[in-house]
């Protein structure tokens, strides 16, 4: 069994910021890449920000200069600093991540809102 996590949503006003986590836990063997998507009402889930097992980083051209992303490996656990946070950030966040735990197959957390008031 595995679990994957996120907390840290919550309430903002604009030009705030917030940091998300994201854990796995359960029979794992190793992680590959970790991500971030969102979804807005109405809207797509679309990929916020990526890291691969080697560090390698990738952002939405919307979030670029203003989120982080990091994991911490030793934790299985994958972050999201966000700042200079803006009213059309809000949506719901969920972490995607990609594991080998009796096969390799992609999980995902249940989701954590962010809402960001003007």
């Known amino acids: 069994q595995v679990q994957v996590v996120e907390s840290g949503g919550g309430l903002v006003q604009a030009g705030g910021s917030l940091r998300l986590s994201c854990g796995a836990s359960?029979?794992?063997?190793?992680?590959?890449?970790m991500a971030w998507y969102r979804q807005a009402p109405g809207k797509q889930r679309e990929l916020v920000a990526s890291?691969?097992?080697?560090?390698?980083?990738n952002y939405a051209d919307s979030v670029k200069g203003r989120f982080t992303i990091s994991r911490d490996n030793a934790k299985n656990t994958v972050y999201l600093q966000m700042n200079s946070l803006k009213s059309e950030d809000t949506a719901v966040y969920y972490c995607?991540?990609?594991?080998?735990?009796?096969?390799?197959?992609?999980?995902w957390g249940q989701g954590t809102q962010v809402t960001v008031s003007p």
């Open positions: 890291i691969s097992s080697t560090g390698s980083t």
């Open positions: 995607n991540v990609l594991l080998v735990a009796g096969g390799i197959r992609v999980y």
């Open positions: 359960g029979s794992i063997l190793s992680i590959n890449g």
